[in-house]
């Protein structure tokens, strides 16, 4: 078994987001609740601090006000100048990442759990962004083996061609811990698939039904996508076997995205310990 000695501070701050779109609730009734009453979420030697992302957008109810908040901490909007004239959700994210950042600072926060919502049928998800980070598959194993036997799944959004802006953790290890080797099941993205669409750029076929609330199961070629509104069925191309995910998200209409392809694969991780100076 192969060991790898953490000799980094232990983890000390944890922030919970909620409220990054004003319309995904069940973060925004938890970070409340915990602002409230956070005995349930402290723990010794830990500073736990839940906070509300984006509070105008949660007291629209809306996903954003000017744009995505989950898409804009890029370095470009980071570093902009403070200005009114900026969309209120760049200004937010400046503001974020002086509170919790900037990232692998020394102050930054050590892990920032974002919680969010779908209108897809994807059950409990954790996103991942690195396959290679060792603490990160070993954290996503414990939480997974922790809700067992609740499914849940890992969409890890590693691509060459997709860059993410959105909510980043900067993760260091716990002490005195030892984790032995592990490994765990990946939905890994290939592609981001649009509706068809006519020659005005409308939508043209909606979510099959029998691909309707089917995230994280089985698509052969062939099988069947899309319907137009004249009862044609379009199916799916290419020659191997997909796991869509975010089926008939209703937030990605404006991102012209009907679902996405994953492939399944598993990803190892090594032994970690961490141990007091």
């Avoid at 809700?147 to 997709?162: F, G, K, N, Q, T």
């Avoid at 290890?173 to 669409?197: H, L, N, Q, T, W």
């Amino acid at each position: 078994m192969t060991s790898c000695h953490i000799a980094e501070e232990p983890v000390k701050k944890v922030a919970i987001f909620g409220g990054t779109h004003g319309n995904e609730l069940t973060g925004v009734f938890l970070v409340k609740h915990w602002l409230e009453d956070g005995a349930e979420i402290q723990r010794v030697g830990l500073e736990v601090k839940p906070f509300i992302t984006n509070p105008r957008a949660v007291k629209k109810c809306s996903r954003y006000i000017d744009c995505d908040l989950n898409r804009v901490f890029d370095l470009e909007n980071l570093g902009k100048n403070r200005s009114e004239d900026l969309p209120y959700e760049v200004r937010r994210a400046q503001e974020i990442n002086y509170l919790f950042g900037p990232k692998d600072s020394e102050d930054a926060y050590d892990i920032i759990f974002d919680l969010h919502n779908t209108t897809s049928n994807m059950g409990c998800t954790l996103i991942l962004e690195d396959s290679t980070n060792d603490f990160l598959i070993q954290m996503f194993h414990y939480i997974k083996t922790s809700l067992a036997p609740l499914p849940c799944y890992v969409y890890l959004i590693e691509h060459p061609s997709l860059k993410y802006a959105t909510t980043r953790s900067v993760a260091k290890y716990p002490v005195g811990k030892e984790f032995p080797s592990c490994a765990i099941e990946v939905y890994k993205i290939m592609e981001k698939v649009d509706y068809p669409r006519n020659e005005s750029g409308e939508i043209a076929a909606i979510i099959h039904p029998n691909l309707q609330d089917q995230d994280w199961k089985p698509l052969h070629p062939g099988d069947p996508v899309f319907l137009t509104l004249d009862g044609k069925t379009i199916p799916l191309d290419g020659d191997c076997t997909v796991y869509p995910v975010f089926v008939n998200e209703a937030a990605y209409y404006e991102k012209k995205e009907a679902f996405t392809k994953t492939t399944k694969l598993t990803l190892n991780a090594k032994s970690i310990h961490s141990s007091l100076h």
